[in-house]
C-alpha cells in the first residue's frame, strides 16, 4: 500500500507536475503565435470578406497577383538593401565596444551604463531627433556638410539616400548587444587567457585567436537575431519616411501593414506575411547549417 502511495507521489512529482506547469505556456504558445500563423495562411488563399468571413476562395490568386506586381519585389529589394546595411554599419560595432570595454583597467562600470543608457530612449523620441538632424533646411547634417564646403542634401526626401539615413544613428552602437558581448568575453577561462600571455599571444592577437573564437557561439546567436530583425523591419523606416520617398524605403514590413491597413486586403496581406515568414526561417536554417558545418 505503502509502495503504491510512493509511486503515485513519484508520478505526480516527475512526471505529471513539469507537463502542469508547461500547461498554460504552451497553451499561450500555440494559440498567440501558431495559430496566427495557420489563420493567416487559411485567409491568404480566400479573398478575405470581414463581414462574410471568410469570404471567395481563390486558391494561390493573392500569391500570384502578388508576384506579379512590381511594388512588391521592389519591397523586397528594399529589404536586403536595409538587411546589407544593417550588417555592414552596425552589427559589428558592438563586438568592438565590448572588446574595447574589457581591456579598460578603470571606469568599466560607467562606460557600461552609457552604452546601456541609449535603449531607455524611446525608439519614437530617437526618430524624432534624428528627423531634426536630417531637415534640408535647419538639420545639424547639412551644417556639417556646409562647414566641410560640401553640397546640401534632402536626405530622407532622397531615395538614393533615405535607406542609409534610417540605418546610420545604429552606428552608435551600444545597447544590450555590448553587455551581452562583454560578459561572454569574462566568461573566457583565465587559464586560457594566461596561457596564451605566456605564449606571447597578446594585444590584437589574443583578440584574433583566444577572444573571438571563445564568443563565436553568441556573436552568431546575435547574427541570426540581427538577420530575423532586419528582414521585419517596420516600425523604424516607416516613423523616418512612411515607406517613401517613391518607395525607397518601403520594406516588407511596410508592404504587409499597407495591405492590410491601406488597402484592406486581407488575403494579399497575409499572403505576403506568410512568404515572408518562409523566407526568413530559410535565412536561418541556412545559418545555422553552416555554423553547424564549421563547427564540425
Known amino acids: 500500500m505503502q509502495r503504491s502511495i510512493r509511486n503515485r507521489r513519484y508520478f505526480m512529482r516527475q512526471k505529471l507536475t513539469p507537463w502542469l506547469i508547461l500547461f498554460l505556456p504552451m497553451f499561450f504558445t500555440l494559440w498567440l503565435k501558431y495559430y496566427p500563423i495557420l489563420k493567416a495562411a487559411y485567409i491568404s488563399l480566400f479573398r478575405y470578406d470581414p463581414v462574410n468571413q471568410p469570404g471567395t476562395f481563390i486558391g494561390l490568386d493573392n500569391y500570384k497577383a502578388m508576384f506579379s506586381t512590381k511594388y512588391y519585389w521592389e519591397a523586397w529589394q528594399n529589404t536586403f538593401v536595409f538587411l546589407l546595411l544593417q550588417i555592414l554599419m552596425t552589427f559589428f560595432i558592438p563586438i568592438i565596444q565590448a572588446l574595447f570595454l574589457n581591456e579598460l583597467r578603470r571606469g568599466k562600470n560607467l562606460f557600461s551604463t552609457l552604452y546601456l543608457l541609449p535603449t531607455l530612449i524611446p525608439t519614437t523620441v530617437n526618430v524624432i531627433i534624428w528627423r531634426w538632424i536630417w531637415h534640408p533646411d535647419y538639420g545639424v547634417a547639412n551644417q556639417i556638410v556646409k562647414f566641410f564646403g560640401g553640397k546640401e542634401q534632402l536626405w530622407l526626401s532622397d531615395p538614393a539616400l533615405?535607406?542609409?539615413?534610417?540605418?546610420?544613428?545604429?552606428?552608435?552602437?551600444?545597447?544590450?548587444?555590448?553587455?551581452?558581448?562583454?560578459?561572454?568575453?569574462?566568461?573566457?577561462?583565465?587559464?586560457?587567457?594566461?596561457?596564451?600571455?605566456?605564449?606571447?599571444?597578446?594585444?590584437?592577437?589574443?583578440?584574433?585567436?583566444?577572444?573571438?573564437?571563445?564568443?563565436?557561439?553568441?556573436?552568431?546567436?546575435?547574427?541570426?537575431?540581427?538577420?530575423?530583425?532586419?528582414?521585419?523591419?517596420?516600425?523604424?523606416?516607416?516613423m523616418f519616411a512612411a515607406g517613401g520617398p517613391s518607395g525607397a524605403s518601403t520594406t516588407q514590413g511596410i508592404f504587409i501593414y499597407n495591405a492590410f491597413q491601406v488597402d484592406y486586403n486581407y488575403g494579399k496581406g497575409s499572403a505576403a506575411a506568410i512568404i515572408l515568414m518562409l523566407v526568413v526561417m530559410l535565412m536561418t536554417m541556412i545559418q545555422m547549417h553552416f555554423e553547424k558545418a564549421e563547427r564540425e
Not at 563565436?216 to 516600425?235: H, P
Open 162 to 238: 533615405v535607406k542609409f539615413c534610417i540605418v546610420f544613428p545604429g552606428v552608435i552602437g551600444g545597447g544590450i548587444a555590448v553587455l551581452l558581448y562583454l560578459s561572454a568575453i569574462q566568461g573566457i577561462s583565465q587559464e586560457i587567457m594566461e596561457s596564451a600571455a605566456l605564449d606571447g599571444c597578446t594585444g590584437f592577437k589574443r583578440i584574433r585567436y583566444i577572444t573571438l573564437p571563445n564568443i563565436r557561439y553568441i556573436i552568431f546567436i546575435q547574427l541570426v537575431m540581427a538577420v530575423s530583425t532586419a528582414m521585419q523591419l517596420l516600425d523604424v523606416p516607416y
